[in-house]
């Protein structure tokens, strides 16, 4: 049995990764390309709630479903190239909604379960272009 979860884990989490684009400026051009926004977010190798955020928000169906509609990249806080391209950071997980040319439409700092997240997602896509 922990077999089948261990594996069933690896593969959620292969799946997420998959989505996720490796650096900000690739970020930027395929939202471009796509006519997207673009969500970028921060976080820290050690940060117990980055990895919360990353196995029980990020995971859930119904907000995979929901970012399909941005190009989504994760960036390593300690990573001083692409934090350079981004405004300060205060705590992590810190999470920015952006356009295609990296004016900030929302930015979202900590952790938040799938219906708080859900609703940033709905606020930011209110928003005007």
């Not at 884990?9 to 395929?30: N, Q, Y």
């Not at 169906?61 to 929901?66: E, I, S």
């Not at 979202?108 to 997240?117: A, K, M, Q, R």
């Not at 709905?122 to 272009?129: A, R």
Request: aromatic fraction near 8%.
């Amino acid at each position: 049995m922990k077999k089948l979860l261990l594996s069933i884990f690896i593969l959620s989490s292969t799946l997420l990764a998959a989505d996720w684009v490796k650096d900000i400026d690739t970020a930027l051009e395929l939202a471009k390309k796509e006519h997207k926004n673009v969500m970028v977010m921060v976080e820290s190798e050690h940060c117990r709630w980055c990895k919360k955020m990353k196995s029980q928000t990020l995971t859930n169906d119904a907000v995979k479903k929901r970012l399909k509609n941005f190009i989504v990249v994760k960036v390593m806080r300690e990573d001083g190239n692409a934090m350079a391209k981004l405004p300060p950071v205060e705590g992590v997980p810190t999470i920015f909604f952006m356009k295609d040319n990296k004016a900030i439409i929302e930015e979202v700092v900590g952790y938040f379960n799938v219906e708080d997240f859900i609703s940033y997602i709905n606020d930011v896509e209110k928003k005007p272009n």
